[in-house]
């Protein structure tokens, strides 16, 4: 992908805290594990992927980051369906 506009809806990323800075109070498996945040907004300036930018979130914040990818998209769901749980509430009806 080449040259992203200035205005495109994208997410960038930005590592807070390197595995090094985290609490020791952590569980191990999260305490080797960098914190990263993950932010949408409107690019600020023409980018590629993997520069560092700053965009404005839909609140004005301005954020700065490497650019991920533009127009993002949701990917999560609730998971596949439960057949016990769709009588939940029913059954107490009836």
Known sequence: MGLIAKGTWVEIEETILRPEERAPTLPE????????MRVSGFLLEDASIG????VSTMIG???SGRLRVANPSYSHSFGTIVPELLTIGTEAAR
């Open 61 to 63: 914040r301005e954020l």
């Open 51 to 54: 520069d560092a930018v700053t």
């Open 29 to 36: 498996d999260t305490r080797k594990t960098p914190l990263v």
